[in-house]
């Protein structure tokens, strides 16, 4: 199965400042990978995702890279603002043993400092 | 509905006892997932359903644990003897296909006293 690591644990940043998250997955066949942010006490919801044929993709102030051939991909959050403090979450889709599924990594708990 | 549904959004049991979570997945998603997250932490696998196909127990973390799904729609976790080590939010996700996005349910608070 899928293993997703994901660093940092926790990510402090000033207001206005980037913040960058970063995540490994361990199996090559992984095509799918999205991002979901979890505000306090809610559910996670999708915020951005990526698929295996493109190596970036943006929206507004937040975008994904993916490096296919070292397994990694990141989350780029450009001029945070309060409304961005939360638990984000990375994930990856494998497949194996005919059953597909979403793997996730352990969160980070990012704080905008004002 | 429009989105997840869980059920019950809150559970207290005492230990030992037997609890069954439900969730009905958006109408016509084929995959549903159930994930448990304890206090400030991260999403962890339980279970995957996936159509018609055998589901992906890999993530069950004991015999205490099961979960099926009837009809490819509602599904049920159960716990049976309930520890208070399974004290967690249960939440369930299901998504149209595997290749898309995944849409979490308000979750089950499960407490054991």
């Known amino acids: 199965g899928e293993n997703v690591e994901q660093h940092p644990s926790t990510l402090s940043v000033q207001e206005g400042d980037s913040a960058v998250i970063k995540c490994t997955y361990s199996?090559?066949?992984?095509?799918?990978f999205p991002w979901y942010k979890q505000e306090l006490g809610k559910r996670p919801q999708l915020i951005i995702d990526i698929r295996s044929n493109v190596g970036e993709k943006k929206d507004q102030r937040i975008a994904v890279t993916l490096n296919k051939t070292a397994k990694h991909f990141s989350l780029h959050i450009t001029e945070t603002q309060p409304e961005d403090s939360a638990v984000y979450f990375c994930a990856a889709r494998w497949e194996g043993g005919g059953a597909d599924g979403l793997t996730f990594g352990k969160g980070t708990h990012l704080i905008i400092q004002p | 509905g429009a989105g997840v549904s869980q059920s019950p959004s809150n559970k207290v049991t005492e230990k030992g006892k037997d609890v069954e979570l439900r969730c009905d997945p958006i109408s016509g998603h084929t995959a549903l997932y159930w994930y448990r997250q304890s206090l400030g932490q991260g999403l962890e696998f339980l279970i995957y359903f996936q159509g018609n196909s055998a589901p992906d127990k890999s993530g069950l973390p004991s015999d205490r644990f099961s979960a099926e799904r009837t009809g490819g729609s509602v599904s049920t976790l159960t716990i049976q003897r309930t520890q208070q080590e399974d004290s967690a939010v249960y939440l369930c996700a299901s998504s149209s296909t595997e290749n898309t996005e995944a849409f979490f349910g308000q979750g089950t608070r499960l407490t054991v006293v």
């Open positions: 199996d090559s066949a992984s095509n799918y």
